[in-house]
């Protein structure tokens, strides 16, 4: 038989496109699947341990004993200022930040204006939130001479230009203030005061005086107060009461006090109130009580 030649390539007509070479692209490679138990198990343990260690809280909390939320039976710590002074502002300034409070600190400062008392002031831990342009003089008084001497510091360091606008008293708030630095005296235009109820002992001679020390509502003098204490949940109650010993051994302050019933007991006319933190902050705003003012603003 005769062979047949081998097939040849048809060859492209003259004039024809040649065909683009095909492309096959190989499936990407799939990784492994991870198994999930490692991490089903981490989060198991972790989750036993958070049940354990809230166990453990419940158990200790419920055995404290509650401590009274009155004044006149807490006893005084105010020792511990003295020893808290140099590491009180590095040891408290993450929780501070976290609640929000250097706005409310801002907020307070800012409502600083002709002559300023500062009550309480502690370390100055509002110093740096001052317009001192529009501040004429600002005092400053504290019981601990180490936190005043910190806060003398702040004060120096946030407004070097003020000099002698700034004077720092080492004297206890309750006791009769000094006036004004003008040759007339007279009484301060604006008193502020952060977290000082908690710790003073006698809390409303303390606000009494400061009601002396400032001018009338209808002069356009004004007290402003930003303080913790008790929250309007009595569960919250029950911690702070249960927890408020080992606080005021370690921080020198009570923070289970009813701040409504110390201010309205002290006879202070309130103009405005707010709370924060499930009700445990307290800013509150009034005025000295010879004049007939009451509430006009108040958040729940």
């Excluded at 005092?139 to 946030?158: N, P, W």
């Excluded at 007339?184 to 908690?198: H, L, N, T």
């Excluded at 005021?248 to 201010?263: Q, Y």
Aim: contains cysteine; aromatic residues 8%; charged residues 20%.
């Amino acid at each position: 038989m005769p062979q047949r030649p081998p097939p040849q390539s048809p060859l492209p007509r003259r004039g024809a496109r040649s065909q683009p070479p095909l492309h096959i692209q190989a499936p990407p490679l799939r990784r492994p699947a991870r198994s999930k138990t490692p991490l089903i198990l981490a989060a198991g343990v972790a989750a036993y341990g958070l049940s354990l260690y809230t166990a453990y809280l419940y158990t200790t909390i419920k055995d404290l004993p509650p401590a009274p939320s009155s004044p006149r039976l807490q006893p005084s710590n105010a020792k511990v200022y003295n020893a808290l002074a140099s590491e009180y502002d590095t040891s408290i300034w993450f929780s501070e930040l976290t609640m929000g409070l250097p706005l409310l600190r801002r907020a307070l400062a800012r409502r600083a204006h002709g002559h300023v008392l500062e009550a309480s002031v502690g370390t100055g831990r509002n110093a740096a939130y001052y317009d001192m342009d529009k501040c004429a003089s600002v005092t400053v008084v504290d019981s601990s001479l180490e936190m005043l001497t910190v806060a003398r510091a702040a004060f120096a360091s946030r407004h070097p230009r003020s000099g002698t606008r700034v004077r720092c008293v080492h004297m206890d708030a309750a006791a009769p203030l000094p006036p004004p630095p003008t040759p007339a005296g007279g009484k301060y235009d604006v008193a502020i005061q952060s977290m000082g109820i908690c710790s003073h002992e006698d809390p409303i001679a303390l606000l009494r005086n400061l009601a002396r020390s400032v001018k009338s509502g209808s002069e356009g003098g004004r007290i402003v107060l930003l303080e913790h204490g008790r929250s309007r949940f009595e569960w919250i109650n029950d911690l702070l009461d249960r927890l408020a010993w080992g606080h005021a051994r370690r921080w020198g302050c009570w923070w289970n006090r009813d701040i409504g019933e110390l201010v309205e007991r002290s006879g202070l006319k309130l103009l405005e109130v707010r709370r924060y933190h499930f009700g445990t902050t307290w800013w509150v705003v009034a005025v000295p009580p010879d004049e007939d003012k009451t509430i006009v603003s108040s958040s729940p």
